[in-house]
């Protein structure tokens, strides 16, 4: 597709479920990275990877988060026994190499709301 | 703490008005900054980016940005803005100090342009 999508767009679930986020990144792009937004914040670093190399997840704030992408394309976050505070938008990012000068495309987000 | 400062969260100004938001960050060492901007309903999309060479770099849409090292700044400005600029910025740095290649945002600045 021309950009990164996301699916879906609105997600909500009661507290304790599990849920599934995916990313489409932009065709050959090599990283990808996951990003969290909560409602009058910045978007904030989740986990990054080049291919299918998760080579940074130090942002995942706790071991119920979980990401892949195991073939170097999509990718899927998924959040375990969610609670209240995970509630945000989940941005997902690509950019075509790896080096901090070049430019990420973002999606539109999944806004997911924990009841 | 390493961060990305971002003050007058919310901006309000009548069009041919000038602008300018303020951008520090924190990180020492090699930065790459970016400013951000996401319309209403979309996603947030490059403004303009910087890392290296002139410090004085022009993005589009006639937005400009000026990078004070010794300030720690990267300011966004634009001389005359319009309706349609009415949209949340965001400016962001990736340093070698935070990971290189991941984006560190500020909180965002909520631009509105009345007509």
């Known amino acids: 597709g021309a950009g990164v999508s996301q699916s879906p767009r609105y997600k909500v679930a009661k507290r304790g479920q599990d849920v599934a986020l995916r990313c489409d990144p932009i065709?050959?792009?090599?990283?990808l990275f996951w990003y969290q937004q909560a409602l009058g914040q910045g978007p904030e670093f989740l986990t990054y990877?080049?291919?299918?190399?998760?080579?940074?997840k130090s942002g995942l704030p706790s071991d119920r988060f979980f990401a892949e992408r195991p073939e170097g394309s999509v990718s899927t976050l998924k959040i375990q026994r969610t609670q209240q505070e995970d509630s945000a938008v989940y941005l997902c990012a690509s950019s075509l190499g790896d080096r901090g000068t070049g430019e990420q495309f973002f999606g539109p987000g999944t806004r997911l709301t924990v009841l | 703490a390493q961060s990305v400062s971002q003050h007058n969260h919310h901006v309000i100004l009548s069009e041919a008005a000038s602008l300018e938001l303020g951008c520090n960050y924190s990180?020492?060492?090699?930065?790459?900054l970016f400013w951000y901007v996401q319309y209403p309903g979309q996603h947030l999309q490059l403004l303009l980016k910087?890392?290296?060479?002139?410090?004085l770099v022009k993005g589009i849409k006639g937005f400009e940005a000026e990078f004070i090292k010794s300030k720690f700044s990267f300011n966004l400005r634009k001389p005359s803005v319009q309706w349609s600029d009415t949209a949340e910025y965001f400016c962001?740095?990736?340093?070698?100090?935070?990971?290189?290649?991941?984006?560190?945002f500020g909180k965002g600045n909520q631009v509105v342009v009345i007509p």
């Open positions: 962001a740095v990736t340093a070698i100090a935070y990971g290189n290649n991941r984006l560190a």
């Open positions: 990877f080049q291919n299918e190399a998760q080579l940074d």
């Open positions: 990180y020492g060492g090699t930065v790459n």
């Open positions: 910087y890392f290296s060479g002139d410090p």
């Open positions: 065709s050959g792009h090599v990283s």
